[in-house]
């Protein structure tokens, strides 16, 4: 599996935004780039996934670099909420309809009020 | 609320035991996943099923059993375990593309 590099913690004021950076030099033509975060106690949440494009939902938008070697998690406005452990993960395309993702240390994001 | 389930939330064994995790998804996703989440290390992948049938095992030691009887559950069995084993057990459920939900995990303690 490709690899991906984050920074190990990242402070944010409450209500500003916030970009997570994510580098994957050795991103392939077929892996997607998901990101997930962990609250405090509780089991990894989806957060977004994109392949090429930038990417919105209601949690976050995810801009993704035009070489593909690096992507960015925005996070519009920060709440005391979204303190947590964002990850960084390339899951690669396939036919089988699973997923083979492999988690690294992610970044700690701390939201100060 | 994930849509994903996983009982029970908490459980102490000796090493002796025999004991079973269970999760349950209710979002009709074709593959499920079970991870380990040890203090202070990344997220493991232990087990993947697709379409109930097995497609990945990371060199899971064999006291750690996994069974899935239908799309919709999956469960852990657990014999002979070690105190390193010790983690939160976590469930994930997934269809095709999509991002993997979470349940809430299991925290396991053996003694």
């Known amino acids: 599996d490709a690899k991906t590099t984050q920074p190990n913690s990242m402070e944010s004021n409450e209500e500003e935004p916030v970009h997570l950076p994510c580098n994957h030099s050795?991103?392939?033509?077929?892996?997607?780039i998901h990101w997930y975060r962990q609250l405090p106690s509780q089991g990894p949440e989806y957060v977004i996934h994109g392949l090429t494009s930038n990417v919105n939902n209601r949690m976050a938008s995810l801009a993704i670099a035009e070489d593909r070697k690096s992507s960015t998690l925005i996070l519009h406005r920060a709440t005391l909420r979204d303190a947590a452990v964002y990850y960084c993960i390339l899951r690669r395309r396939d036919s089988g309809g699973y997923q083979k993702v492999t988690f690294g240390t992610g970044t700690k994001l701390q939201v100060i009020p | 609320e994930t849509g994903v389930t996983q009982t029970p939330r908490h459980l102490v064994m000796g090493m002796t035991n025999k004991k079973s995790l269970k999760c349950e998804q209710h979002?009709?996703?074709?593959?499920m996943y079970w991870y380990k989440q040890s203090a202070k290390k990344p997220l493991e992948l232990m087990f993947v099923?697709?379409?109930?049938?097995?497609?990945e095992n990371n060199s899971v030691p064999s006291r750690f059993s996994p069974e899935c009887p239908n799309s919709s559950h999956l469960f852990l069995h657990l014999h002979t375990l070690q105190p390193e084993d010790s983690a939160l057990y976590l469930c994930a459920s997934s269809q095709d593309q999509t991002g993997q939900f979470f349940g809430p995990g299991t925290r396991l303690t053996v003694l």
């Open positions: 099923y697709n379409f109930k049938e097995q497609t």
């Open positions: 050795t991103i392939s033509g077929t892996d997607y």
């Open positions: 979002l009709g996703h074709n593959a």
